[in-house]
C-alpha cells in the first residue's frame, strides 16, 4: 500500500486522492464489494467527530486576522522594540509568526502577510536573504506547536487523546522552539552584524509613552484572542470546538471594532475558509479510508511484529517511528502524516507502557521540520510565491537549515527531559 500511494504522489495526483484510491484498491481486491461497508464506516466515523468542528473554525479565524490590519499594526509596533537589535527585523518577524500562530492556530496563516512586510524591510536593509527568507519560514512553521494549533485537533482526535491536555503538552516546547529561533537569530548577527544590521535610529526612534501606546493598540487584539481561546479551553470552561467558536466570534467582533468587518472581506474570508477546510476534511476521509484497510489486512500485526523482531526496547522504537515520520515528511503533508502513522504507531505506543501524550509531542517536533524539508516543503513554497526573483529556492533552503537543527534541538531536549512535555497536562484541571 505504501509504495503505491508514494507512485501515485510523485505522478502528481492530489494526496487525498491518492489515499482515497490506494484505500479502493487494495480493499476490493482484499474483500470485494464489501469493502465499500469498511470505507462508508470511515467516512461516518469523520463526518460524526464533533472535535473536528473546531478545524473550520480555527480556520476562520486566521482567514479574518490576514484581512485585517492587525497583522500590520503588530509587525510595526514589534519593530520599534526589536528593530535596533541584531538581526531586528528577523527577530520582529519570529515573535510576530509566534503571537499569530497562538492567537488563529492555523500552520503558516500569516506566513504571506509577514513575508509581504518583512522581505521589502530586510532587502532596504540588506539582509542575508538566506537568513530572511528561513525566518519567515520557520516562523510560518510555528502554528504546529505553538497552542491552538490544528495538527493537535486532528492527532487527539485520531489517537483518542484528550485535546485539551495536548494543547497544554505542547506549550513548553512551543516556547522552546520561539527561544531558540531567536537565539540563532541574535547570535549569528551578532558574529556576522552584515547578515542582519539593524534599523535605522531615526525611523523608529519614538518617544517612551508613544511606543508604549502603540504597542498596546497592536498587540491588545491578538492577546485577547489568547487568552479567549486558550484560557477557556484550558481552564476547562469550553470544549476544543467551542473555544474556536469563541475564538472565530472574537476575531469577527475585533475586525467590526476596526472598522475592517466589509463584506468583501467576510466573502473572501468565508470563501477561503471553506476552500482549506474541505481540503484538509477530504485528506482526513482518504487517510481514514487507508490506515482502516491497512490495519484489516494485516498491517498493525505485521507492524507490531516488525517490532518485536527489532528488539530495540522502547527508546529504540521511539526513534524508529519518529524516524519514519522524519523521512515521511519529505514528501508528504503534515495532514497525511498524521493520519497514516498515528493510528499505526499508537497501539504499539500503548502496548509499551510509553507516555501517549509525551509521544504526541515529540511527533509534532517532528512534523514541524516536514514544513521545512524539501522536497515537499509548504513554507518555501508559500514565500516563493511572493518573493522577487532575486530570492532563489536555493537561499530558501540554505536558510532553513539551521531552523530545522533548532527543531532537531527541541526534540533531544523533550527526549532526554520528559517533564517538559507532561508537567503542565498534569497539573491541568478540567481537560
Same mark, same amino acid.
Given at each position: 500500500?505504501?509504495p503505491?500511494?508514494?507512485a ?15 484505500? @479502493? ?19 461516518? =466515523? ?15 479565524m ?26 531586528g ?9 509566534a ?6 492556530g492555523?500552520v ?10 518583512a ?17 519567515i ?14 495538527v ?17 503538552a ?5 516556547l ?25 535610529r531615526e525611523?523608529f ?8 501606546a ?5 498587540? @491588545?487584539?491578538p492577546?485577547a484572542?489568547?487568552?479567549?481561546? /486558550? ?5 476547562g ?8 467558536a ?9 475586525a467590526?471594532?476596526l472598522?475592517? /468587518? ?13 476552500r482549506?477546510s474541505?481540503?484538509?476534511m477530504?485528506?482526513?476521509v ?5 490506515t ?8 498493525? =500485526? ?33 495532514i497525511?502524516?498524521? /493520519?497514516?502513522?498515528v493510528?499505526?504507531?499508537?497501539? @504499539? ?16 517536533? @517532528?512534523?514541524?521540520?516536514s ?42 531536549a ?7 512535555a =507532561?508537567?503542565?497536562?498534569s497539573?491541568?484541571?478540567? /481537560?
Amino acid at each position: 500500500m505504501f509504495p503505491a500511494l508514494f507512485a501515485l504522489v510523485f505522478a502528481g495526483i492530489p494526496v487525498s486522492l491518492c489515499l482515497i484510491i490506494v484505500a @479502493v484498491a487494495f480493499g476490493l481486491s482484499a474483500f470485494g464489494d464489501l469493502v465499500f461497508l469498511q470505507l462508508y464506516g470511515a467516512v461516518l =466515523t469523520t463526518a460524526s467527530n464533533f472535535n473536528l468542528a473546531a478545524i473550520p473554525l480555527f480556520v476562520l479565524m486566521g482567514a479574518v486576522l490576514e484581512r485585517t490590519g492587525i497583522a500590520l499594526r503588530l509587525f510595526q509596533a514589534l519593530q520599534l522594540w526589536f528593530g535596533r537589535m541584531p538581526g531586528g527585523l528577523a527577530v520582529t518577524t519570529i515573535a510576530m509568526c509566534a503571537i499569530f500562530a497562538a492567537a488563529s492556530g492555523v500552520v503558516g496563516a500569516v506566513e504571506i502577510v509577514v513575508g509581504l512586510m518583512a522581505i521589502p524591510a530586510m532587502q532596504r536593509y540588506r539582509y542575508d536573504m538566506g537568513l530572511g527568507a528561513g525566518t519567515i519560514c520557520a516562523g510560518g512553521s510555528l502554528g504546529t506547536i505553538i497552542p491552538p494549533s490544528i495538527v493537535v485537533v486532528i492527532y487527539a482526535s485520531i489517537a483518542q487523546l484528550s485535546i485539551g491536555k495536548l494543547f497544554a503538552a505542547i506549550i513548553v516546547p512551543g516556547l522552546m522552539m520561539v527561544v531558540f529561533f531567536l537565539a540563532y537569530v541574535v547570535v549569528r548577527c551578532m558574529l556576522r552584524p552584515a547578515d542582519g544590521p539593524p534599523v535605522s535610529r531615526e525611523e523608529f526612534d519614538r518617544p517612551l509613552a508613544e511606543k508604549l501606546a502603540v504597542t498596546a493598540k497592536a498587540l @491588545v487584539p491578538p492577546l485577547a484572542l489568547i487568552v479567549a481561546v /486558550l484560557g477557556s479551553l484550558l481552564t476547562g470552561a469550553a470544549s476544543p470546538t467551542e473555544a474556536a467558536a469563541v475564538g472565530a466570534f472574537g476575531t469577527l467582533v475585533l475586525a467590526a471594532v476596526l472598522g475592517e /468587518l466589509t463584506f468583501p472581506m467576510l466573502r473572501q474570508a468565508f470563501a477561503v475558509s471553506i476552500r482549506i477546510s474541505c481540503m484538509i476534511m477530504l485528506i482526513v476521509v482518504g487517510g481514514t479510508m487507508f490506515t482502516s484497510i491497512f490495519a484489516v489486512t494485516g498491517g498493525s =500485526t505485521l507492524v507490531r511484529s516488525a517490532v518485536d523482531a527489532l528488539g530495540v526496547g522502547d527508546v529504540g522504537v521511539i526513534a524508529v517511528f519518529l524516524a519514519i515520520v522524519f523521512v515521511a515528511g519529505f514528501v508528504l503533508d503534515w495532514i497525511s502524516i498524521v /493520519l497514516i502513522c498515528v493510528p499505526i504507531f499508537t497501539p @504499539v505506543i500503548k502496548a509499551m507502557g510509553i507516555d501517549p501524550i509525551w509521544f504526541a509531542v515529540l511527533v509534532m517536533v @517532528v512534523i514541524q521540520t516536514s514544513y521545512l524539508t524539501p522536497p515537499m516543503a509548504p513554507s518555501i513554497f508559500y514565500l516563493k510565491s511572493i518573493t522577487p526573483p532575486s530570492i532563489t529556492y536555493g537561499h530558501m533552503y540554505r536558510g532553513v537549515i539551521p531552523f530545522v537543527l533548532a527543531q532537531l534541538a527541541v526534540l533531544i531536549a523533550v527526549l532526554l527531559v520528559p517533564a517538559a512535555a =507532561t508537567y503542565l497536562p498534569s497539573i491541568m484541571v478540567g /481537560l
